[in-house]
Nanobody
Framework: QVQLVESGGGLVQAGGSLRLSCAASGRTLSNYGVGWFRQAPGKEREFVSAISWTGANTDYADSVKGRFTISRDNAKNTAFLQMNSLKPEDTAVYYC????????????????WGQGTQVTVSS
């Protein structure tokens, strides 16, 4: 099975940027679609973005479209989430997840999850 570790979270002012990384070990990440989800306090975990095995296809939640960019470097066994024009409502714990069947927005399809990284956007 694949193990996932997120990094790159932190505290940033509104309008700023952060780049999250999702490093995989145990298995080759190119065998998995990768999704990013986030969970704010008191809210359910929600879909943010997903990318296919090769990176050719991507999906975004409407709330982040045009501001966030998902990518992957299979040679480095790592996926990324570039977050620009951050807003206070983007504050959450961000999780990456892997699905051997491909990409999608449903949490249930993802078999493997990282431990999460905190992103806090101040106004």
């Amino acid at each position: 099975q694949v193990q996932l570790v997120e990094s790159g979270g932190g505290l940033v002012q509104a309008g700023g940027s952060l780049r999250l990384s999702c490093a995989a070990s145990g298995r080759t990440l190119s065998n998995y679609g990768v999704g990013w989800f986030r969970q704010a306090p008191g809210k359910e975990r929600e879909f943010v973005s997903a990318i296919s095995w090769t990176g050719a296809n991507t999906d975004y939640a409407d709330s982040v479209k045009g501001r966030f960019t998902i990518s992957r470097d299979n040679a480095k066994n790592t996926a990324f989430l570039q977050m620009n024009s951050l807003k206070p409502e983007d504050t959450a714990v961000y999780y990456c997840a892997a699905d051997p069947a491909g990409r999608g927005s449903r949490r249930a399809r993802y078999d493997y999850w990282g431990q999460g990284t905190q992103v806090t956007v101040s106004s």
